[in-house]
Structure formats: structure tokens, C-alpha cells
């Protein structure tokens, strides 16, 4: 466990759950050299979790401790170390441009690089019920699309859905207004660089979605879904800074390779 600096309230073999706050949770696979977060959301009425994590093991019986509400499932973006539970929830979410995906997978993403990154670089015990050579990504219907702007009401909390393309077509980040919190999946966070190198990304739209994100007014959090549980707001201005270099040195192109900001880097 890297930098938490929040309270753990379940640590079992394979999952690590802190708490934000009372209503909200981060549910963190620190066994896995990715640092996975998912979070989870409790309203009045219903819960929202972003993302289910690698599905090394089943997010479910983690939240069942969490919350009797019943959970939607928000998905930031269709890549395996996100969508590994997918299917032990019955209510699923994700933008209209990777429904495709979702239903039918990532045509240019084979199965064995899927494998291979899942099952290497693992430092905690892994359940019985893991077979890296039968690793196979959820595959379904969504329950419904989102889109840019769409409001999530759980019952005395919403969340404000921004598409944020460029990791991936379909990429979202979630904004609490209320409390600050800003969800942004795999286009900010720290340690590692946030890549948009495969032919499935776009550097010019990561970019973009990284300008739009550093001009949320009244972020106080923001919970990136790899390595650190919770950044500063401050990291919006080291973006700001780092957008403005990269187009100013022509960098915003694949081949450029990684550039580093301060904490933060992108790889093109």
C-alpha cells in the first residue's frame, strides 16, 4: 500500500478498502502492479461504483459489506483492469462510444497482452479461482449509455458526467459538485505516465480532455484510478502547464514518447 492517506476499513487478502468519507469508498488492489482503484458511492437511494477493478477476484462480496443499496455501475472506460466485475452487477453504464466494446471487445487488443499484463508483476496471494491462461474480459449489454452532461442522482448526491476521450473513445471522468470530488479513471494520475500510444488512443483528445478537466471550478479531490488514493487540486495546475508545453513544443503526436511535468507524464 502506497501513500494512504486514508482509513483502511477492510484489508483482506486481495482487496483494500479506505474510506474517503462516510459515504464514500475506494476499493484498491495493491497486490497488482497497476494499484487499481474503484470507488464506491453511497446515496440515500442507490449506490454508484466506478469501475469493478481487475477481476482477479469478485469486487461483489466487498461491496455487499459496504452498502444493502443497490449498486449502478459506472464505467470509465472499457480496459480490462476496469471492467473485471462487471458481471457480478446487474446494472451497467458506459459511454456511448464503447458500447461496442463492451458488447463485443477491443479488436485491437488481443487476448494474450490482456493475459499477459493481468497475471504478471503480482505480489499478493491471488484466490484459487484465478487462472491467468483462462483470463477472459466481461463481455456484455450495458443496462444504459452516458453521455457528456449527463446527471447521476442517487438520492441527496449527483454526479456530472464529462467525456474525456483519449485514453480511450469513450473515456468519462465523474465530478461531485458537492463535495469536490473529482473521478477521473485513466486520465489523471500520478507516478506512471497516462498513456494515449496505442492505435485505440488519441493524443490530441487526451490533451483536450486534460484542458477541460483542469478548468473544473470547485474540484477539492481528485481520485485518479492507478497509484496514489487522492491527489491535490493543485495537480490541475502542473496539467494546465503541462497541456500548454505539449502544444507548444509540437509534442501532441504518437512517437513523441514520455514527457514528465512535475509528478505527472503522458507517453505518446
Known amino acids: ?6 482509513t483502511i476499513v477492510i484489508d483482506d487478502a486481495w482487496f483494500t478498502v479506505s474510506r474517503l468519507d462516510e459515504g464514500t469508498f475506494a ?3 495493491y497486490g ?7 470507488f464506491l458511492l453511497i446515496g440515500d437511494e442507490r449506490a454508484a461504483l466506478i469501475d469493478t477493478g481487475l477481476g482477479i477476484d469478485g469486487m461483489r462480496r466487498i461491496t455487499e459489506q459496504l452498502t444493502d443499496l443497490p449498486i449502478m455501475v459506472l464505467t470509465t472506460h472499457v480496459h480490462a483492469d476496469h471492467i473485471g466485475s462487471h458481471g457480478q452487477y446487474g446494472e451497467i453504464y458506459v459511454h456511448e462510444a464503447e458500447e461496442d466494446w463492451l458488447v463485443s471487445g477491443i479488436k485491437k487488443l488481443s487476448i494474450e497482452q490482456i493475459r499477459k499484463d493481468i497475471s504478471r508483476d503480482i ?3 491471488v484466490p484459487a479461482s484465478f487462472d491467468p491462461a ?3 474480459p466481461y463481455r456484455g449489454q450495458p443496462t444504459g449509455l452516458l453521455r457528456d452532461g449527463d446527471v447521476i442522482e442517487l438520492g441527496g448526491r449527483s454526479l ?3 467525456h474525456t476521450p483519449g485514453h480511450s473513445p469513450g473515456h468519462i471522468a465523474v465530478f461531485e459538485p458537492d463535495r469536490g470530488y473529482l473521478f477521473t479513471g485513466d486520465l489523471l494520475y500520478d507516478e506512471t505516465p497516462v498513456y494515449a500510444f496505442y492505435p485505440t488512443t488519441s493524443p490530441g483528445d487526451l490533451v ?12 477539492n479531490r481528485i481520485f485518479g484510478s492507478h497509484n496514489t488514493l487522492g491527489l491535490d487540486p493543485a495537480w490541475l495546475d502542473v496539467v494546465k502547464e503541462a497541456v500548454q508545453e505539449l502544444r507548444e513544443k509540437d509534442l501532441v503526436r504518437f512517437g513523441t514518447g514520455i514527457h514528465r511535468f ?4 503522458v507517453q505518446f
Open 27 to 29: 476499493i484498491s488492489e
Open 134 to 136: 483462462a483470463y477472459t
Open 160 to 162: 456530472v458526467i464529462y
Open 262 to 265: 512535475n509528478g505527472f507524464s
Open 32 to 38: 497488482h502492479w497497476e494499484k487499481v482503484h474503484s
Open 1 to 6: 500500500m502506497d501513500n494512504n492517506q486514508y
Open 208 to 219: 483536450n480532455s486534460l484542458e477541460r478537466i483542469a478548468n473544473i471550478e470547485g474540484v
Open 123 to 125: 505480489t499478493r496471494p
